[in-house]
């Protein structure tokens, strides 16, 4: 941890969006971004302790100020570290084979059912080693953080047998504690069912409640349980039984709904009082009133409607209705193999009708909430942690404007500088405690 105290002074826009580390901001409230002109914010000991005006910050620390390192945000935008509250982090292997097919014409889910797509992961995941699967995750988490992003959720889910999704829990668990970037964890046992069980898919359910849900709380492997409830892949009441069985042993409801067909997923998802429902491209307008009446947050991934070339989810839609939305690269070797939430923030504007200050909102404070860390992270505001990006662009809307590129100056890890100019200054190297 920094002995000496960082200074970030005289940012051309401070977004704070300090006052929503109780709930997740719904409606018009995605707007107010909480802006400081002229900001600047004094981290110490891996929190922020004061954030403010230029002048008031310097006058408060006005006998410490030679004490601190100093960063000049003259000219900056100055953010909260992105959260990605969805990702598949954990994976070996690559399917660039994949995407030539369906540039070609050939669907995602007939890719998937000729044994390919999550198959094909899975294999190569099973045969890899631990260290393999660390190396090539620790590549993506050191690009996730040259993109912003300063915490991640990861889902198992490539390996659909106990020992394999628990070799994915602990490779994650082993980043979290050796890389800058904090994984938040998710089991996913419920991503497909494999080969062995194709002919009793049932059978397959048993084997995730009795043993796999159990065994991954037990060893306090993940705070989440994520479903695929889809077509062809989990069944509504299949995911219900799934997720309430996770409930039981203390893992949060997630689900990946409504993605490739209507299949009343957000529906199930407000039913059984989920954190999150994710994707919801098809999503029909009672289950955004019932995401909206429960407060589920809708986790959007246009990275991955973009990529499979299908229309995005209505945001819309749903922030009108009220429904408090996030956004997230979906992170995946299938449907969205990128990093970059300064992208899916632009698609966000694009290619779902979200404002520049909505999907800043979506990117920060409500993806915090989405893995139940809004009070920790996701804002500037005292006591947080000191996760803070500094993007080369003078205010948020050149932010959006600027599509497609990586503006990111500078990002701050629990008070510790470990991107700057664009480079990383320690992540492939240091271990944080
Ligand atoms: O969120 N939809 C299911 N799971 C991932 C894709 C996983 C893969 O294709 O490997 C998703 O899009
Ligand atoms: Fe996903």
Not at 74 to 98: C, I, M, Q, Y
Request: net charge negative; glycine share 8%; with cysteine.
């Amino acid at each position: 941890m920094n002995k000496k105290p960082l200074l970030i002074r005289n940012a051309s826009q401070m977004v704070t969006l300090a006052g929503s580390s109780d709930a997740p901001l719904t409606g018009k409230q995605m707007e107010q971004l909480q802006i400081i002109e002229n900001g600047s914010v004094w981290l110490e000991d891996g929190v922020i302790q004061f954030v403010g005006k230029d002048e008031e910050v310097a006058q408060i620390y006005k006998d410490r100020l030679n004490e601190a390192e100093i960063i000049d945000a003259t000219g900056k935008l100055v953010t909260p570290g992105l959260v990605d509250p969805h990702t598949h982090l954990v994976f070996a292997g690559s399917r660039e084979n994949e995407f030539n097919m369906r540039l070609e014409g050939a669907t995602y889910m007939e890719i998937m059912n000729n044994g390919g797509g999550i198959h094909a992961t899975t294999s190569a995941t099973r045969k890899a080693t631990h260290q393999t699967l660390f190396e090539e995750s620790k590549k993506r988490l050191d690009q996730f953080l040259l993109h912003g992003v300063t915490t991640v959720e990861a889902k198992s889910g490539y390996g659909l047998s106990l020992e394999h999704e628990i070799k994915q829990l602990e490779v994650a668990r082993k980043l979290h504690e050796q890389h800058p970037v904090d994984i938040v964890q998710t089991f996913m046992g419920a991503h497909a069912v494999p080969f062995e069980y194709k002919e009793n898919p049932d059978e397959f359910v048993d084997y995730i409640i009795h043993d796999m849900i159990p065994e991954v709380a037990r060893r306090k492997l993940a705070e989440f349980n994520d479903v695929f409830c889809e077509r062809g892949v989990f069944t509504p009441d299949q995911s219900k039984r799934i997720l309430e069985s996770g409930l039981q042993h203390g893992l949060l409801p997630k689900i990946h709904a409504d993605e490739i067909e209507p299949y009343e997923g957000a529906e199930l998802a407000a039913e059984i009082g989920a954190v999150s429902a994710e994707h919801l491209l098809k999503a029909s307008d009672k289950g955004i009133a019932a995401l909206a009446e429960k407060g589920v947050i809708a986790v959007l991934l246009p990275g991955t409607a973009f990529f499979l070339m299908a229309e995005s989810a209505n945001a819309r839609k749903m922030i009108d209705a009220g429904v408090p939305v996030a956004l997230s690269t979906d992170c995946n070797p299938g449907s969205s193999p990128t990093v970059s939430m300064p992208l899916i923030m632009n698609l966000g504007c694009l290619k779902m009708g979200m404002t520049p200050a909505e999907v800043l909102t979506a990117a920060t404070i409500n993806a915090a909430h989405a893995i139940n860390r809004g009070k920790e992270i996701g804002s500037i505001e005292k006591d947080k942690k000191a996760d803070i990006v500094i993007f080369d662009v003078p205010n948020y809307m050149v932010l959006q404007y600027r599509y497609g590129i990586n503006h990111v100056h500078t990002v701050i890890k629990s008070g510790e500088v470990v991107v700057d100019g664009g480079r990383l200054v320690c992540a492939n190297t240091r271990i944080h405690s």
